[in-house]
């Protein structure tokens, strides 16, 4: 089974408005961090945000907020005021344990996100 | 600008060459890693290294061979390629291997197999 799933391959948004990528996780363990990363046609990963299973509350970092539900184990990304400089594939990831798996990153399979005037 | 530094970003070689790419972080991080990225696919673990030592070897063939000579650094050898190797290459940091936060990536590099 996939541990982390990304089921909207492609997503389009008007410059301004709010977005929201979704992501669903699997884990039996009670401790795992989940984390987003951008990466542009130019290739570098870059870290948005992070939420730490036993967090109270959502993350959220400038424009990035992680709309977290642990109940449904999803953890939604919402980038808010869309600039053309957020057109990039997103990809969710999870690492699960604290130190016995490791720093060890599962990832979705990306969502492309496509920023429109 | 990005705080792991990847160099070279772009190479070429032929399937006989031997090359290597290299990877420096300047943050005290003791967790290094490299990740292989094929287009439009999400990066796949190649190796750990914690604390200058090989951690984690995810079943890569030989002819890719790591070395971490220091904390800051961490070289990928590449030997006798095969055209399904081209792909970007991508290396990570973290705090150490048993830290909760993220890991931070380089720009990487683009490696191309003739």
């Known amino acids: 089974a996939q541990k982390i799933t990304q089921t909207q391959p492609g997503m389009f948004v008007q410059e301004k408005e709010a977005v929201t990528l979704d992501c669903t996780y699997d884990?039996?363990?009670?401790?795992?961090?989940l984390f987003w990363y951008k990466q542009p046609s130019s290739g570098e990963m870059i870290f948005l945000i992070y939420?730490?299973?036993?967090?109270?509350q959502n993350a959220t970092e400038g424009r990035y907020s992680l709309n977290f539900q642990k109940a449904r184990k999803s953890a939604n990304l919402v980038i808010s005021a869309s600039q053309l400089g957020d057109s990039a594939m997103y990809f969710c990831a999870m690492r699960e344990g604290l130190t016995g798996g490791g720093n060890k990153l599962t990832f979705g399979t990306g969502t492309q996100l496509k920023v429109e005037l | 600008d990005t705080e792991v530094t990847q160099t070279p970003k772009h190479l070429v070689m032929g399937m006989t060459n031997k090359k290597s790419l290299k990877c420096e972080q300047h943050m005290g991080h003791r967790a290094m890693y490299w990740y292989k990225q094929k287009a439009k696919k999400p990066p796949e673990l190649m190796f750990v290294?914690?604390?200058?030592?090989?951690?984690i070897n995810e079943s890569v063939p030989s002819r890719f061979s790591p070395e971490c000579p220091n904390s800051s650094l961490l070289n990928l050898h590449l030997h006798a390629l095969q055209p399904e190797d081209s792909a970007l290459y991508l290396c990570?940091?973290?705090?150490?291997?048993?830290?909760?936060?993220?890991?931070?990536f380089g720009d990487g590099t683009r490696l191309s197999i003739l």
């Open positions: 990570a940091s973290s705090q150490d291997f048993g830290y909760v936060g993220p890991q931070h």
């Open positions: 939420q730490g299973s036993y967090d109270q």
């Open positions: 290294y914690s604390y200058e030592k090989l951690s």
């Open positions: 884990t039996s363990d009670p401790s795992y961090g």
